[in-house]
């Protein structure tokens, strides 16, 4: 439903931007992305209107995330069946379930933190720097933590199982020398190269 409301939305602003019609983006009743995907036999040529836009959305909401992946679904429930009753894991909420496959998220405590975190090329566990960015990290909401994962540790928005202790290699944190070998890199590699005067 969320799907489908999005979608008409963006359907609409896109349709109501300097008032160009809907035929105008050209879609057609194929999988946007992959021409040879017809989600309706026979109506592949035909191009969305606002006529046909309801059904064109819940064709592509059906192929998207319902019976365009029931394959792949049942590939998982059979797999994962063979280890586990999946049956059992009914009586589980959504939240519970994430609980338990990947446990509780971990608390970023000053002390785990620098037992976790490698210092390194000048830097030590009570470098200011690394005190100050230590004490930013303990303030971290669990949506800033998950964040901060993907964006510097593992391109993931969650820890291994074992959170910060697990990580391999670990999180390296180095001084600025580093950081100035790199950018004195950056600016000497393409000097000259761009000239615009």
Same mark, same amino acid.
């Given at each position: 439903?969320i799907?489908?409301f999005?979608?008409?939305?963006?359907? *609409?602003?896109l349709?109501?931007l300097r008032?160009?019609?809907?035929?105008?983006?050209c879609?057609?009743?194929?999988?946007?992305? *992959?021409?040879?995907? *017809?989600?309706k036999e026979?109506? !592949?040529?035909?191009?969305v209107?606002i006529?046909?836009?309801?059904?064109?959305?819940?064709l592509?909401?059906?192929?998207?995330?319902?019976?365009?992946i029931?394959k792949?679904?049942?590939a998982?429930?059979?797999g *994962?069946?063979q280890d586990?009753?999946?049956?059992s894991?009914?009586i589980?909420?959504? !939240?519970?379930l994430?609980y338990l496959?990947?446990?509780? !998220?971990?608390?970023?405590?000053?002390?785990s933190l620098?037992?976790?975190?490698?210092f390194?090329?000048?830097?030590?566990p009570?470098?200011?720097?690394?005190i100050?960015?230590?004490?930013?990290?303990?303030k971290?909401t669990?949506? !800033?933590?998950?964040?901060?994962?993907?964006?510097v540790?593992?391109?993931?928005?969650?820890?291994p199982?074992?959170?910060?202790?697990a990580?391999s290699?670990?999180?390296?944190?180095?001084q600025?020398?580093v950081?100035?070998?790199?950018?004195?890199?950056?600016?000497l590699?393409?000097?000259?190269?761009?000239?615009?005067?």
């Amino acid at each position: 439903m969320i799907v489908w409301f999005l979608f008409v939305s963006l359907l *609409f602003f896109l349709n109501s931007l300097r008032g160009a019609p809907m035929e105008d983006l050209c879609l057609d009743f194929t999988l946007p992305g *992959f021409p040879d995907y *017809f989600l309706k036999e026979g109506e !592949q040529n035909i191009i969305v209107n606002i006529h046909n836009l309801k059904e064109y959305v819940s064709l592509l909401v059906d192929v998207t995330v319902k019976s365009g992946i029931m394959k792949q679904v049942e590939a998982f429930i059979l797999g *994962f069946s063979q280890d586990f009753d999946i049956s059992s894991l009914q009586i589980f909420s959504p !939240q519970e379930l994430d609980y338990l496959i990947c446990r509780r !998220q971990e608390i970023w405590e000053a002390k785990s933190l620098v037992d976790n975190i490698k210092f390194d090329h000048g830097f030590t566990p009570k470098s200011p720097a690394i005190i100050n960015l230590l004490e930013i990290m303990t303030k971290f909401t669990l949506d !800033q933590q998950h964040a901060f994962c993907q964006f510097v540790i593992v391109a993931s928005s969650r820890l291994p199982t074992g959170g910060l202790a697990a990580l391999s290699p670990k999180l390296t944190i180095v001084q600025q020398e580093v950081m100035r070998k790199k950018l004195l890199y950056a600016i000497l590699e393409g000097c000259g190269s761009f000239d615009l005067s």
